[in-house]
């Protein structure tokens, strides 16, 4: 057997996944983390900027506040999208069969309507890696890093945010770190979480 290969019956297979509600929780922890981790540097650093900038305005109407919570909301559902369309690109340049093995969508209300993207094709782990922490990369770290050397606090924010929606892609990757490198990986369609193929020691 190739090194690239796959034959099932060479392969043990044991079921993977993650809590959704523990998912959730443990966002919160990592919204606590990130924000004390960004938060201060970009506090030391650019705190004089904003020290005189109102971030509560008493005389705002309703109707503006709505449009605020509405563009926020458009904002992070697009973002959100954004995540899974990088995991989805991710997935299918290692995919034999590119975007017709991506599969994109939410989980039903059970699974606290969480969104997903599904490869329908078997990833060696180290590929499965690479597409799990794209996002967090991407939309998360950077951004971030970046808010933190020009000053822009809308930018802080929302790579705060989407290193938090990526906290799922964190627990997954970290549930990885024990496998060794000659293991494939085959993502659940319906769970967040994987089957973890290791190769039988004959």
Known sequence: MGKDSFNENDFTKEKVTINIIWANIFGLVVLIIVAILFGIPFYLL??????????YNPVMNLFDR???????????????????????ISFAMFSQ?????????ILPAQKLFTPYCHCMEKLKIKHYRIAAVMPLIILGIIPT??????GNITLLFWGIILIVVAGGDILIIYKTLKEKEDVWVF????????????????
Do not use: Q
């Open 97 to 105: 069969n590119k975007f017709r093995s991506i599969k994109i969508g």
């Open 187 to 202: 993502d659940h369609p319906s769970e967040a979480g994987y089957f973890i193929y290791r190769p039988i020691n004959k």
């Open 145 to 150: 890093i970046i808010s933190i050397c020009i």
């Open 66 to 88: 709505i449009k605020i919570i509405g563009l926020y909301l458009l904002i992070f559902i697009l973002l959100t999208i954004m995540h899974e369309l990088i995991h989805g």
């Open 46 to 55: 650019w705190h004089e900027k904003y020290v005189n900038v109102e971030i």
